[in-house]
């Protein structure tokens, strides 16, 4: 009798298929042997598939990564940089501008002419102040 | 099986790279040696992958990966069967916090991890490939340029004398 040999390694892997996977299971119905050998066979496979993963020590994967990567990280810090520029100006802005306030026309005006008053080169070039006349009745 | 070439090597890099160190890991039982290959694998396909072809994406970097690894051993003037130290070396053990978690996990196969080690080198890479990698048949056939049937044959061969080792 022929015995399944690898034929048992590659059932447990699930690389039989068809004519050969009918044919193999029929003999292993059959064949003591083979089916002591499929048993210690799974063991085994088990055994080494149970080994533990080790990771990739740290360190290994960024070094090489670090060639690939730092456009990105650059690209990342200028954005972030440049995002806190603008806000901070922003800011400054903010505290150095007055707040807004309220002024009637009449204050504003008499600044004005106060102004006026100290520095002419401030008001108009030239104020033209009608002539008043009496006009005869 | 036909797969897509991922888009840069950097991608490789975060989908393969603890396959490639765990299989230069199982294959040499030495930390320093996995970390190198891991390397120069990477060198390696981000140098190839514009020249990469549509095909099988696992085959190719493994075919990569397995030479690589014997260049190296060539490179060391080793052979690729010469026997390994018995203890697994305990990396960063002062430096890394939790090392003794870590290795405690490592040495829980060490029995199987040596038994390998003796293995004759053809039968503990398809082994290796197959359990630990996990790549098909048809894949390891094209990373070690073998036919199926031999690739078959050496994973059985290699399953039984790990098992007389074992037992």
């Known amino acids: ?137 | 099986m036909t797969e897509s070439a991922p888009l840069d090597w950097e991608e490789v890099a975060r989908v393969h790279g603890r396959k490639i160190y765990n299989f230069a890991y199982r294959l040499t039982g030495n930390p320093n040696d996995a970390a190198d290959l891991v390397q120069e694998v990477l060198l390696r396909v981000r140098k190839g992958l514009e020249r990469y072809q549509p095909g099988s994406f696992e085959g190719w970097l493994w075919r990569i990966t397995r030479n690589a690894f014997l260049d190296g051993v060539r490179k060391e003037n080793r052979r690729p069967t010469s026997p390994l130290p018995d203890e697994v070396d305990r990396w960063d053990l002062a430096h890394s916090p939790g090392a003794d978690v870590e290795y405690g996990r490592i040495t829980l196969g060490d029995d199987i991890q040596k038994a390998l080690l003796e293995l004759p080198f053809e039968f503990r890479e398809a082994v290796v490939m197959c359990d630990v990698v996990g790549l098909s048949y048809d894949e390891i056939a094209v990373a070690v340029a073998v036919p199926v049937g031999t690739v078959r044959s050496r994973i059985h061969r290699g399953r039984r004398l790990l098992r007389e080792k074992l037992s």
């Not at chain 1, 068809?18 to 063991?43: K, R, V, W």
């Not at chain 1, 990771?55 to 200028?78: K, Q, S, Y």
């Open chain 1, 1 to 137: 009798m022929r015995h399944s040999g690898s034929q048992i390694s590659a059932y447990l892997d699930g690389e039989l298929t068809g004519p050969e996977l009918a044919d193999f299971l029929h003999h292993l119905g059959e064949c003591g042997q083979c089916s002591d050998e499929l048993l210690e066979t799974q063991e085994v496979r088990a055994a080494v598939r149970s080994l533990p993963v080790i990771e990739v020590p740290a360190g290994l994967m960024p070094a090489t990564e670090a060639e690939v990567l730092p456009l990105h990280r650059n690209r990342g810090f200028w954005v972030s940089t440049a995002a806190a520029v603008v806000i901070l100006i922003i800011a400054i802005a903010a505290l150095v501008t007055p707040a807004p306030a309220t002024i009637s026309v009449d204050e504003l005006n008499s600044r004005f002419a106060a102004r006026v008053s100290l520095d002419p080169a401030f008001g108009p070039a030239k104020v033209i102040i009608p002539e008043v006349t009496e006009v005869a009745e």
